[in-house]
């Protein structure tokens, strides 16, 4: 301890917290004016290179700037820690600005880190073949013929806002559509239309969930699921699904699951990233755990016209009639057009024990005006008369050879294995994870893809606990899906994870 002040301590001090904030002595002009003072130029100078020491008062100005002890930067005190609480202050003009807080635990990585390297080697010239995004368009996947010349039709009826549901046209046809699926009580008030689902999963989240609130959820999910439950402050509950089981929700877990804060469970069917559709028997269990427990069910059914195998897909509103069913679907992926960007969903069965949830979802739903018009004026064409994504669904078509296709390979590689999908695009094969070593499956996807040029995402994105899975979407071409699978075979041939 020193009692005398130094002139060359104090100066060595205001160039060391200069230093390690990285302001110049404009910032720290600025910043003394933002708290009153008026400090000179030349004078500051002088303080900066020890010609002279300030009055008190200065040096407690910047000790409050700084956050450091008048005395320490004075030189008459020794403080070792100030050294390391230095550095947090920001030039004015210099500000930078972090992401929320409310992000803090939102996972989406099927556009995450991996799929950020992947762009990077794009960049750079290198060819990646993706496999990582259910985007049929630039598959070769045309949208029907009938729904843009439609649209253009249309186009200039759809310059303005729409109610902020929809169109009465588009809600009427899902509606009906609704009404084909057996799902009771709809009424043309109860559908809101949105720019895709992704937006009505969000919206219905914002709606719901308070601090605290639990949903149940599958693993593996469609993390936008988990990732809106938890913007929204509530907590997702993930219930296993059953490999062994065709990947079908474990219902002894679901009901491990449930506690006094669970207000919903999710369930997607038909599956992504599975590729599982829930037969009857399974959804009129997961509606008993629902009825016993008072729980909203959210079921995203948007791949329910693309199902395989003669198999038909089956509302789970439909088997409860007496419960609060929310229904989302779209024309994303059964018409192509998952850049027009329209999805619905459909309030059914009990909604009397829902109108204040449903005020807030109205709330929510004029406070974005309405959805994209020019896509809600094709929905009555998409939903009404030929469908024809059915073609690509039975053999012969591309989503069912590619199928089965992807589902022979991947089986052939030894180490790995997969259930066949029985709809959607997708399918999740399992990792012999003791085999190739692999403890950290986004690691392994990296690998895959520095390797192969091949980007896969690995099941953590979709919250899948364990480091032995990944998706394949299989929506290129077998010609395409041939020389992928030839490549993880090689891949799977030397790999081992260090
Ligand atoms: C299960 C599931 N739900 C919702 C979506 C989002 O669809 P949309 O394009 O309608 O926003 C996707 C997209 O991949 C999905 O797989």
Redesign the pocket.
């Known amino acids: 301890m020193d009692s005398s002040f130094s002139g060359s301590i104090f100066a060595d001090r205001l160039n060391l917290l200069l230093e390690q904030n990285n302001l110049k002595q404009v910032d720290l002009i600025k910043l003394a004016e933002q708290k009153g003072a008026t400090i000179g130029k030349s004078r500051l100078s002088q303080y900066i290179s020890g010609k002279t020491v300030p009055r008190r008062g200065v040096i407690e100005l910047f000790a409050d700037i700084f956050g450091v002890d008048p005395d320490w930067l004075a030189g008459t005190k020794d403080d070792p820690e100030v050294q390391a609480h230095a550095g947090t202050v920001q030039a004015p003009g210099k500000r930078t600005f972090s992401k929320s807080a409310k992000l803090d635990n939102v996972l989406y990585d099927?556009r995450g880190p991996v799929v950020d390297t992947a762009a990077v080697m794009e960049s750079q010239g290198t060819h990646v073949l993706k496999l990582n995004?259910?985007?049929p368009a630039p598959f070769g996947f045309r949208t029907p013929d009938e729904v843009i010349y439609d649209m253009r039709m249309q186009l200039t009826d759809c310059e303005g806002y729409s109610d902020s549901k929809g169109l009465f046209s588009a809600r009427k046809a899902i509606m009906q559509y609704s009404q084909l699926k057996n799902v009771p009580n709809v009424a043309i008030e109860d559908v809101y239309t949105?720019?895709?689902?992704?937006?009505?999963?969000n919206l219905s989240m914002q709606a719901l969930l308070d601090s605290g609130d639990e949903v149940l959820i599958p693993a593996p999910d469609?993390p936008?699921?988990t990732a809106c439950v938890t913007l929204a402050g509530g907590r997702a509950v993930h219930y296993r699904c059953d490999e062994q089981a065709d990947w079908y929700p474990d219902i002894a877990d679901i009901r491990k699951k449930v506690s006094s804060r669970t207000k919903a469970i999710v369930i997607?069917n038909p599956?992504?990233?599975t590729g599982a559709l829930y037969p009857r028997d399974v959804l009129e269990q997961i509606v008993e755990v629902a009825r016993e427990h008072n729980l909203i069910i959210f079921s995203?059914e948007?791949?329910d016209r693309l199902v395989m195998d003669g198999l038909e897909h089956i509302s789970i509103a439909s088997l409860a009639p007496d419960l609060f069913c929310v229904t989302?679907s779209?024309?994303?992926?059964s018409h192509m057009i998952?850049g027009f960007?329209?999805?619905w969903m459909v309030l059914s069965g009990n909604k009397s024990v829902a109108s204040d949830y449903i005020q807030g979802l109205n709330m929510l739903a004029n406070m974005r005006l309405c959805s994209n018009v020019p896509a809600q004026s094709v929905v009555q064409t998409a939903l009404g008369g030929y469908q024809s994504v059915k073609t690509y669904t039975v053999p012969g078509g591309r989503i069912y050879e590619q199928r089965e296709f992807i589902w022979k390979a991947l089986n052939d590689i030894p180490g790995i294995s997969a259930v066949k999908p029985k709809a959607?695009f997708?399918i999740f094969p399992k990792i012999d994870t003791a085999r190739f070593n692999i403890t950290n499956d986004e690691k392994f996807a990296l690998d895959l893809l520095r390797e192969k040029k091949i980007l896969i995402i690995h099941g953590g994105g979709f919250n899948w606990p364990e480091p032995d899975h990944f998706r394949v979407v299989y929506l290129p071409r077998v010609e395409v899906l041939e020389d992928a699978a030839e490549k993880m075979k090689d891949f799977f041939a030397h790999y081992r994870q260090r």
């Open positions: 099927v995004i259910g985007n949105g720019n895709g689902v992704s937006e009505l999963i469609y936008l699921w997607i599956n992504n990233p995203d948007i791949y989302f779209g024309l994303s992926k998952a960007r329209i999805g959607a997708y």
